[in-house]
């Protein structure tokens, strides 16, 4: 399949830019999915691609996410995403990120970077070097730092929202929570549930991780095997992707999976059968919502308190999700992606009754992401 086919298949994207510097080996793609709310915003990944469509693909589905999770999210933000390709264990250097940050900034914030798989705040310190279009720098620049406690500050706010629509009530005192993976996001997330009074169980294929959360939290803990079907009200899956697939369907005991895990859904017929089976799914990039939320706030001069606030809303988002699966009767996963094209179409033609604006020159992050 040729690049344009594939980005039909993939999305009609605007604009996708192939980044090229043969002497530095940079061979990065920048897809900019949809600018119709605001800057396209979306992490670099660097990934040792075994063929060059591999990385196009990624690159072409990972944007059009990004532009379904601003939307739902509520923020003036576009979906793009970037990805380098190479090993990012042997291949990084100070050179290729800088030369990537050219690229960048060749597209005048249309596209803000920020860190993902594969990239560091160290890496997006030498983007900084060549562009201003990048976030998630370091808090000594002015960046907001690690996003994951505003994520799983975010994901509490998901599970909130779901508890009150599944058992009439958002407080979590006495919830047994299931949370798989206690890395960045699952132990803030921990932390969280138990001041809500939750009882917590936990697996982890580190088992330091598991002794740590156990001890402080005084979480039970049981095998990586034994999680998912563990007899709990709530599953917080916060480890990897697809953990709802035809192997774990008939597992589940809970009656709510709502977590900060990406592409929690093997298929969308999953989350059909999960509606099916009487469990309510809190649709992954509304609730994992609030590290975006987070960048976003970096764009408009940081403050923790202002980013916490805005992560609060993830329990808005998430309840209007379940309101268009009950007025639609859909899926929460189809619910979630009708909430945010329905926003993309009413804002994109509210922008075209503001002509005015698009003949200035933007020069600063407030006034690009205020188009
Ligand atoms: P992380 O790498 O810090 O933590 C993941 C944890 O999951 C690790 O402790 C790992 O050992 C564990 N794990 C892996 N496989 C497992 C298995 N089979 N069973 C149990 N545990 C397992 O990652 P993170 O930043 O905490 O992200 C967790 C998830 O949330 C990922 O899917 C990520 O894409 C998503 N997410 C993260 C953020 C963020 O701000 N960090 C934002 C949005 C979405």
């Given at each position: 399949m040729g690049p344009f086919e594939m980005i039909t298949k993939y999305g009609e994207h605007e604009e996708v830019l192939f980044c090229h510097d043969k002497n530095l080996g940079l061979k990065a793609i920048i897809a900019v999915h949809n600018t119709a709310l605001g800057p396209a915003l979306g992490g670099t990944r660097m990934w040792n691609y075994k063929t060059e469509e591999e990385a196009l693909v990624d690159v072409l589905r990972l944007s059009k996410g990004m532009t379904y999770k601003a939307a739902a999210a509520g923020l003036n933000l576009g979906g793009g995403k970037a990805v380098i390709i190479g090993d990012p264990k042997t291949q990084k250097n100070e050179a290729l990120f800088r030369a990537f940050g050219h690229f960048v900034n060749s597209l005048n914030g249309k596209y803000i970077t920020a860190e993902d798989v594969g990239t560091s705040v160290q890496d997006m310190e030498h983007v900084f070097m060549e562009t201003p279009?990048?976030?998630?720098?370091p808090k000594d620049f002015g960046g907001s730092g690690d996003p994951s406690p505003y994520t799983a500050h975010g994901v509490l706010m998901g599970i909130k929202a779901s508890a009150s629509e599944k058992?009439?009530?958002?407080?979590?005192?006495g919830m047994r929570v299931a949370v798989q993976g206690l890395g960045n996001v699952g132990s803030n997330l921990v932390k969280y549930l138990v001041e809500e009074g939750a009882q917590i169980i936990v697996a982890d294929i580190d088992q330091n991780r598991v002794k740590k959360i156990s001890d402080q939290y005084g979480a039970k803990a049981v095998s990586v095997d034994e999680i998912l079907g563990v007899d709990c009200d709530i599953q917080a899956p916060c480890?990897?992707?697809?953990?709802?697939?035809d192997q774990t369907i008939t597992k589940f005991k809970c009656k709510v999976i709502a977590g900060?895990?990406?592409?929690?859904?093997?298929?969308?017929r999953h989350g059909d059968q999960l509606r099916e089976l009487g469990i309510l799914y809190a649709p992954d990039y509304v609730v994992n919502a609030g590290g975006l939320m987070n960048v976003f706030v970096e764009l408009e001069g940081y403050s923790p308190e202002r980013a916490f606030e805005k992560t609060r809303k993830v329990y808005d988002n998430v309840k209007r999700v379940f309101e268009i699966s009950k007025r639609d009767n859909i899926g929460t996963h189809t619910a979630a992606d009708r909430v945010a094209e329905e926003r993309i179409a009413t804002i994109g033609r509210l922008k075209?009754?503001?002509?005015?604006?698009?003949s200035r020159t933007f020069t600063t992050l407030r006034e690009v992401y205020n188009r």
């Open positions: 279009w990048v976030t998630g720098i058992f009439g009530t958002d407080s979590l005192k480890a990897m992707g697809a953990i709802v697939n900060g895990a990406n592409n929690q859904l093997a298929e969308a075209q009754r503001h002509p005015g604006k698009s």
